[in-house]
Nanobody, 119 residues
Framework: QVQLVESGGGLVQAGGSLRLSCAASGIIFRLNTMGWYRQAPGKQRELVATITSGESTNYAESVKDRFTISRDNPKNTVVLQMNNLKSEDTAVYYC?????????????WGQGTQVTVSS
């Protein structure tokens, strides 16, 4: 079993910054992908950024050059540094860990943390 605990959400003015952290515990495979997704009211959950255990990253176009994802493999943590926040970044942000092999590959999710950007 895997548990993901997020922290760092809150209220910020447009143009400000926030830092989200997520700590994974339980049975964590050496090879995995961690990331952040978000869901705004009335919208589907969407990818924000992911990072593999080899530290390859992937970003949504809307956050490139503003957000930075990083991880600490020994500690099984992932951080999302969000700069120059915009009102459209307002959403519940979910930490994700994806691991496993072939048909046993699965996603684990945190409980979500609210990010609100006021204009």
């Amino acid at each position: 079993q895997v548990q993901l605990v997020e922290s760092g959400g809150g209220l910020v003015q447009a143009g400000g910054s926030l830092r989200l952290s997520c700590a994974a515990s339980g049975i964590i495979f050496r090879l995995n992908t961690m990331g952040w997704y978000r869901q705004a009211p009335g919208k589907q959950r969407e990818l924000v950024a992911t990072i593999t255990s080899g530290e390859s990253t992937n970003y949504a176009e809307s956050v490139k050059d503003r957000f930075t994802i990083s991880r600490d493999n020994p500690k099984n943590t992932v951080v999302l540094q969000m700069n120059n926040l915009k009102s459209e970044d307002t959403a519940v942000y979910y930490c994700n860990l994806n691991q496993g092999y072939s048909s046993s590959r699965r996603d684990y999710w945190g409980q979500g943390t609210q990010v609100t950007v006021s204009s």
